[in-house]
């Protein structure tokens, strides 16, 4: 997984704010969107004065291949934008670990990459009215 830090400061408290990460093309569409109150709510509670660093990671194979950009927001969702700096990170993913990289020499189309396991089962006694030959 890869981490990416976030700092911001904070005067005056303020309640509900939260930091934003967003993973977008370089067409500025945006793959993923997270905040570091997503899943602790209790972080929408009021945020004392100081320096917060915030510490976000992706899952591995998260992305195809392709150019992408992080934007950082700080803000009360649909009220307030405190702070905001679109593509602070410009960068290319380039698949040379992947299973499927082992077998497939060209990337399969598509924004995300993750290998997702699947379960494959064979019919015991294949029939044509299930399509099996």
């Known amino acids: 997984?890869?981490?990416?830090?976030?700092?911001?400061?904070?005067?005056?408290?303020?309640?509900?704010?939260?930091?934003?990460?967003?993973i977008q093309t370089v067409e500025r569409i945006n793959i993923l969107?997270?905040?570091d109150a997503d899943a602790?709510?209790?972080?929408?509670?009021?945020?004392?004065?100081g320096r917060h660093?915030?510490?976000?990671?992706?899952?591995?194979?998260l992305l195809g291949e392709g150019l992408y950009s992080l934007t950082?927001?700080?803000s009360i969702p649909?009220?307030?934008?405190?702070d905001r700096?679109?593509?602070?990170?410009?960068?290319?993913v380039v698949d040379i670990l992947s299973k499927r990289r082992q077998w497939q020499?060209?990337?399969?189309p598509g924004l995300l990459g993750p290998e997702i396991p699947w379960q494959v089962l064979r019919a015991e006694n294949p029939s044509p009215e299930n399509g099996d030959d």
């Open 105 to 108: 020499h060209q990337r399969r």
């Open 40 to 49: 602790t709510l209790q972080r929408l509670e009021t945020r004392q004065s």
């Open 1 to 22: 997984m890869s981490r990416r830090d976030s700092e911001f400061v904070i005067t005056p408290p303020s309640g509900r704010a939260h930091t934003i990460v967003f």
């Open 85 to 92: 700096h679109a593509e602070v990170v410009i960068f290319e």
């Open 53 to 61: 660093t915030g510490k976000v990671g992706n899952p591995e194979f």
């Open 78 to 82: 649909h009220i307030a934008v405190f």
């Open 72 to 74: 950082v927001s700080l």
């Open 33 to 35: 969107g997270t905040g």
